[in-house]
């Protein structure tokens, strides 16, 4: 490791260190004084349509990215039917969420897909796409918000409205460059660590990109169905996108506090802290734990299908 990533790796380290410090202090301080018979009541005052309409729009969203895989099937040309490849995709995206990347996106991934016959490097090509589908719809869709000036930051903050515009044009031009690249590169092939990256097409791309942007917008959907109706649904989605990127960085799995911290201190001037609260617990039950349990019984049941193909080939052999 030479002398400048040695720098980066220790910087990198001690910014994450500095996050999981920062975040239970910030969130402490914010919820110091809550009532939390607010938060009960908001939470029993959800009705039963609410309710269906988020866990209808968290389907929706599961859906949707677990079609990133199909993406990645079209893009490698491996020949596993869509009857495999969603519900793989699903248990992965569902892990990733609740119990990190590595967990989720990376190790069941490999294990998952290898034991369904296909190689390493084609599993290397379908997460490295997925990833991409994934951030190209991010950085689209925090730019443009970002660049529109959303969400308003309360005074005091460091970086500024015209901070946070900066951004949002640094991440539309990334994406943007993307597209260009697809259309455009005369190279199309890379060597990263062994594994060999190809630009996909433009179409592709930009279905990518405009997956990636659905998806994410579907999520802040969910947050915005268990509010009351008194901030508009960009600057939700907006809200989600600085939480989102804060999770990342902090490396805590499922934004553990990250999110609840972002989502109080941006919007309580619109909100109790009660009412804030229960509808992030709600997201958090209906978006990550139900999904959880749901994709840990298909898991079960992916793992004994492979192990049953497993002993007929060696049957047969």
Request: hydrophobic share 50%; charged share 10%.
């Amino acid at each position: 490791m030479n002398t400048r990533t040695g720098r980066w790796h220790r910087a990198r380290q001690l910014l994450t260190l500095g996050f999981f410090i920062l975040v239970p202090v910030l969130l402490y301080t914010l919820l110091k004084n809550l009532d939390w018979q607010e938060v009960r009541h908001a939470l029993t005052s959800y009705r039963w349509q609410t309710l269906a309409l988020a866990g209808l729009v968290s389907a929706c969203s599961f859906a949707l990215f677990s079609s990133f895989d199909l993406i990645g099937r079209r893009y490698t040309g491996h020949h596993l039917p869509a009857r495999q490849v969603l519900p793989l995709a699903f248990v992965c995206y569902a892990f990733n969420l609740n119990l990190s990347a590595w967990v989720g996106a990376i190790a069941l991934r490999y294990r998952l897909y290898t034991r369904l016959g296909l190689s390493v490097a084609t599993v290397t090509r379908i997460l490295s796409l997925g990833l991409l589908t994934n951030w190209t719809g991010y950085f689209f869709l925090a730019g443009t918000l970002f660049l529109c000036g959303l969400p308003r930051l309360p005074a005091g903050f460091e970086i500024g409205s015209n901070g946070l515009r900066l951004v949002g044009l640094l991440l539309l031009l990334t994406a943007l460059g993307y597209l260009l690249a697809c259309r455009f590169a005369r190279r199309r092939t890379w060597q990263l660590r062994g594994h060999e990256i190809t630009l996909p097409g433009l179409p592709m791309a930009a279905l990518q990109l405009l997956m990636g942007a659905c998806n994410w917008a579907l999520m802040a959907l969910v947050v915005y169905s268990l509010l009351p109706d008194k901030v508009a649904y960009p600057t939700i989605l907006a809200v989600l996108m600085i939480s989102s990127i804060a999770g990342v960085i902090t490396h805590i799995p499922a934004g553990l506090g990250v999110l609840e911290t972002v989502f109080l201190t941006l919007l309580q001037a619109h909100y109790g802290k009660g009412t804030l609260l229960a509808a992030l617990i709600g997201y958090r039950v209906v978006y990550f734990l139900l999904p959880l349990l749901l994709a840990g019984l298909v898991y079960l049941l992916l793992e004994r299908l492979a192990s049953q193909r497993s002993g007929t080939a060696t049957n047969n052999s």
